[in-house]
């Protein structure tokens, strides 16, 4: 069976401060991992997805996340997070079958 | 136009009724899905549907009846609800195939079920 592990529940920085939120997951095949991003009192948007190719993936708002297969991991970074980048993140892995969450990373980000 | 549209977006309720939400997409995609989000805000997998057949059903309680009349619809019943059936519940759907876009779930807006 496949799962997600997300490293941290919460994460508070300030504006400007860098960014790292870990993910790691488990599955023997190959797999497509993604990133959605839950705005407070919104759906789930995604923000990344990969499924082959460069293992670095660029998003929008100067995010970006890195699949390390040796890993099992796909972290998501960004170099100066913002008031608005406040909200939740989801990674999520897709094996065999349905997409599997993580548990999610709640991002407060202090003006 | 709304690409995943559920229905209502809030409901409020009492221990024991029966309540349904409905789930519609425009995106002409082949599989559906229903999600739970709980206060912890973890999401879980309920259950899936591809063309109106049923492909993934996590345990989840028979309460819960999912009916697709059709591949872009997906609705949730619940009967004899349960305090711990209060949750956002999100709809989503997504392509099949191998394209940019497969396996990528769009997902409604969340229905947010408060049981009494």
């Known amino acids: 069976a496949q799962s997600v592990s997300q490293h941290n529940h919460h994460v508070i920085l300030s504006e400007a401060a860098s960014l790292e939120l870990g993910c790691n997951y488990s599955?023997?095949?190959?797999?497509?991992l993604f990133w959605y991003v839950q705005y407070p009192g919104q759906h789930l948007q995604l923000l990344f997805k990969?499924?082959?190719?460069?293992?670095l993936v660029k998003g929008i708002k100067g995010f970006e996340a890195e699949f390390i297969k040796s890993k099992f991991s796909f972290n998501l970074r960004k170099p100066s997070v913002q008031w608005s980048d406040t909200a939740e993140y989801f990674c999520a892995v897709r094996g065999y079958s349905t997409l599997t969450f993580g548990k999610g990373t709640m991002l407060l980000v202090s003006p | 136009d709304t690409a995943v549209s559920q229905t209502p977006k809030y409901l409020v309720t009492q221990m024991g009724n029966d309540k349904s939400i409905k789930c519609e997409q425009n995106?002409?995609?082949?599989?559906m899905y229903w999600y739970k989000q709980d206060s912890k805000k973890f999401l879980k997998i309920m259950f899936s549907?591809?063309?109106?057949?049923?492909?993934i059903n996590e345990t989840v309680p028979n309460r819960f009846s999912p009916k697709s009349p059709d591949k872009a619809h997906l609705n949730l019943h619940i009967n004899s609800l349960e305090l711990g059936d209060s949750a956002v519940y999100f709809c989503?759907?997504?392509?099949?195939?191998?394209?940019?876009?497969?396996?990528?779930?769009?997902f409604g807006a969340g229905s947010r079920l408060t049981v009494l």
């Open positions: 989503a759907s997504s392509q099949d195939g191998q394209g940019q876009g497969a396996n990528v779930l769009t």
């Open positions: 549907y591809n063309n109106k057949e049923l492909i």
């Open positions: 990969y499924f082959s190719g460069d293992p």
């Open positions: 599955y023997g095949g190959t797999v497509n």
């Open positions: 995106l002409g995609h082949d599989t």
